[in-house]
């Protein structure tokens, strides 16, 4: 439980593997928490008891606003929120409202976006533009969000236009952690000129990604490759294919990469390698400030 103040709203950010909240007041945070029950954890009946473990502390005797981002609104998830499609600004107002047995809760959901050709959709991304839109007012180019499913995203008067998901970062996980390759990059190190090669070997043949992930074993085994050079050269090599595949998102356009630090850093430098300056803002911020936008819609409606 969690430490008592007296919020008049919580937002959440409920993903696939955690539950972070955020008592709030106004504008201000008063106190946050998390938690690991996000949305692969618990059942349909479950979702309103891992919330008040967090936030009970913070219940008064009226009903609290709690607005919820991500893998909540999810079919698997407390209440399925519909997507909307795009082209919509990212702030869609239709929430999902979870049926709530404790008499304090008023929960919303904010829905993810879909787009019809080709078949995509995200969930929770979509407050993290809302944020960055917000906090860069009039703003219109493209927005990487980098992660599990990377999402390359046409912004345009305050619209998401267009948008495509790359699976890098799964792939990444998976080649490293459960692959041939993972004897080869069993390391938290990095080299930055191996990785920055590795971008433009795949930007140049994206057609020899294959080939060029087996070399890393290769060059292990022949020559002792380092192992922070060849994990280097996987990142770059998987990063390299997808930006060769979503040129026609960010060549020529104003570019913002929001997700974590360390990680939206890495696809800067790459968008940098070719010529692209990006801003880079912080996922989490970006989020909460998605969430704000949320609240402010529903206190004072248009």
Known sequence: MTDKVTPDWIAADWGTTHLRVWAMQGGTVLNHAESDNGMAK??????????????????SSGPMPVITCGMVGARQGWVEAPYASVPCKPDHSEHALPVCVDPRLHVRVIPGLKQGAPADVMRGEETQITGFLALNAGWDGVICLPGTHTKWVHVSAGEVVSFQTFMTGEQFGLLSGSSVLRHSVDTDGWDKSAFDE???????????????LFNLRARDLLTAQPKEVARARLSGLLIGAELAAARPFWLGQQVAVVGATALSQIYADALASQGVPATVADGARMTLAGLQAAYRQVKEPA
């Open 198 to 212: 590795a971008i433009n070997d795949s930007l140049s043949r994206p057609e020899r990604l294959s080939a060029n």
């Open 42 to 59: 618990l059942k349909r009946d479950q979702f309103e008891g891992a919330l008040l473990e967090l936030i009970e502390g913070w219940l």
